[in-house]
């Protein structure tokens, strides 16, 4: 099995920054894409950031030339930078990941556990 498992979110002020991390861990043969997500109350989840294995990064319009992501392809985590906060930032972010998982080498979809980003106004 394949597990990841977030860590950094928090309460921060609008203007503020936050940094999020993910680390994925188990069964791997290799990972492709890893990314973010958010889900705020009422709300349908929706892409933040995605990164490929190749260093090839994707963003939501909303988030542009705030938020960077990056990852560690040899410690198997994504990263999301989030600078100047908007209270519309808040949500519940989850890490996301394509892994091939190992013995079967077959390319599944994983998602963490979620973590709480508070942006006060």
């Known amino acids: 099995q394949v597990r990841l498992v977030e860590s950094g979110g928090g309460l921060v002020q609008a203007g503020g920054s936050l940094s999020l991390s993910c680390a994925a861990s188990?069964?791997?043969?290799?990972?492709?894409?890893m990314g973010w997500y958010r889900q705020a109350p009422g709300k349908q989840r929706e892409l933040v950031a995605t990164v490929t294995s190749g260093g090839t990064t994707n963003y939501a319009n909303s988030v542009k030339g705030r938020f960077t992501i990056s990852r560690d392809n040899a410690k198997n985590t994504v990263y999301l930078r989030m600078n100047s906060l908007k209270p519309e930032d808040t949500a519940v972010y989850y890490c996301?990941?394509?892994?091939?998982?190992?013995?079967?080498?077959?390319?599944?979809?994983?998602w963490g556990q979620g973590t709480q980003v508070t942006v006060s106004s």
């Open positions: 188990g069964s791997i043969f290799s990972i492709n894409t």
């Open positions: 996301n990941a394509w892994a091939l998982r190992l013995p079967d080498r077959q390319k599944y979809n994983y």
